[in-house]
Nanobody, 115 residues
């Protein structure tokens, strides 16, 4: 059974940094694209950043220059380094993994940025 476990969320002041991590276990197949999404209260879940198995990245315009996504294919992990955080970055952040048999999600981790 494929499982994604996120860690690293929390409360931080505006301008601060957080690093989110996600570990994938239980997959017999290679993990293709991985990504981070976020969902604020009353809003839809939106893509924050994604990364292919080969390392190509894509970012939402709102986080370009502040967030960096990375992955370790040997450990089946993906990370999101978040710098210069803003109150509008407050949301539940979800890890996502695309594997041969489907798309899988983590349980989410809360990020709260105070002004």
């Amino acid at each position: 059974q494929v499982q994604l476990v996120e860690s690293g969320g929390g409360l931080v002041q505006a301008g601060g940094s957080l690093r989110l991590s996600c570990a994938v276990s239980g997959s017999r197949f290679s993990i293709q694209a991985m990504g981070w999404y976020r969902q604020a209260p009353g809003k839809q879940r939106d893509l924050v950043a994604s990364i292919t198995r080969g390392g190509s990245t894509n970012y939402a315009d709102s986080v370009k220059g502040r967030f960096t996504i990375s992955r370790d294919n040997t450990k089946n992990t993906v990370h999101l380094q978040m710098n210069s955080l803003k109150p509008e970055d407050t949301a539940v952040y979800y890890c996502n993994a695309n594997i041969l048999m489907g798309v899988f999600w983590g349980q989410g981790t809360q990020v709260t940025v105070s002004s």
